[in-house]
């Protein structure tokens, strides 16, 4: 039998370009750009079973994504050295491999991962985005609370069934665990908001965001969000947050790598497959 060697690749990109990351006929997507550089570099479909921690939408970026696929044994020896240079001659300028990482073969981009945290980037100044920065910041067109957007936020911690806030898939479960939810206001005035959990369903994020923007700018009461999570079903009243303010960071995995394969396990008993 061909020797196979796993890979664990840290990945970043700017999402303004793409249709987000899963390959779609005749989109330009993340793992489109970059199963057709690998090819390019390897050989037609010598890289197989690209997987990824989190399915970003269109517009979505990420500093901290992770996915695995796997080569012959012989050629990742014959390309290791040089790979992940040749990968950034060769990728587009908005995406990056940042390392290229042997792991066991039960390890798991996806099933593995303990946690994936985001981070959404907000401006209130009166005059907007600053032009260099426009496409990874949403201009929100009223001053924002930072006490009430973090008020807001509180009672969005924890497990619950977060069905108001996902796009429902058939025989897919919305009950999630976050376990970090905060608001901080850097120096230079923008608004960040930290989201981390278990994982993620569809539009899950930037329909929180979007909830806790209008208790941060006193259209709605703080308590707001978190009463939509007796709703079992997607609510009409929250808007969803622009893509673009939206970014992956990071991808948590067990230190012990004895441990992926038993978190993998967990996870899929858990819930069934769902978008990130």
Known sequence: MEERIRLRLDVAYDGTGFSGWAAQPERRTVAGVLTATLDLVLGAGTATGLTVAGR???G????GQVCHL???GDVWRAHQGALLRRLARLLPPDVRVRALTEVPADFDARFSATFRRYEYRVTDAPWGAEPLHRHEVLAWPRPLDLAALNAAAAGLVGEHDFAAYCKRKENATTLREVTRL??????DGLLVATVQADAFCQAMVRSLVGAMLVAGDGRRPVDWPASLLTRRERSSEVTVAPAHGLTLVAVGYPVDPTEYARRADLTRRLRVPSTS
Do not use: F, I, M, Q
């Open 56 to 58: 970003t939408d269109a």
């Open 60 to 63: 979505v970026h990420a500093s």
């Open 182 to 187: 905060d608001w901080r206001r850097d120096p």
């Open 70 to 72: 796997e080569l012959p």
